[in-house]
């Protein structure tokens, strides 16, 4: 039986498509309507993605085992550029995404986004 389902998400891009043009499924994820519509088109900082490492990536892993050719080819093309393996690539493909986050923030000067977690 399901519990909990959630009636007011939305499919976020993490790395917004206004900015990086991207829609892999490791970009897209789950987000309360009201967090989404809060973030808009900034970025999440570095500290807010490390605060939801741990549901971002079982997100991941859902996908990998859902989507398992498209989403290993995604993650190796659009975020670490390389090969990580079937086995353990759940954490250099967060470092990546943290790495593409504080980029864009520090180095193309787009806004920073954090959302309180309760």
């Known amino acids: 039986m399901v519990k909990n389902i959630k009636t007011d998400l939305n499919i976020d891009h993490v790395l917004p498509f206004a900015v990086w043009k991207n829609n892999d499924l490791w970009n897209l ?26 549901a971002i990536i079982s997100y991941w892993e ?18 670490t550029g390389s090969s990580t393996g079937k086995e353990n690539w759940q954490l250099p493909a967060f470092a990546a995404l943290q790495e593409k986050s504080d980029y864009l923030i520090h180095t193309r000067g787009f806004e920073p986004w954090e959302y309180p977690i309760s």
Do not use: C, G, W, Y
Request: hydrophobic share 40%.
């Open 29 to 54: 994820l789950p987000a309360k309507a009201q967090v989404n519509s809060h973030k808009r088109d900034k970025i999440p900082t570095r500290h807010f993605l490390q605060k939801r490492k741990d």
């Open 62 to 79: 859902l996908m990998a085992n859902a989507f398992a050719d498209s989403f290993e080819r995604e993650v190796i093309i659009s975020l």
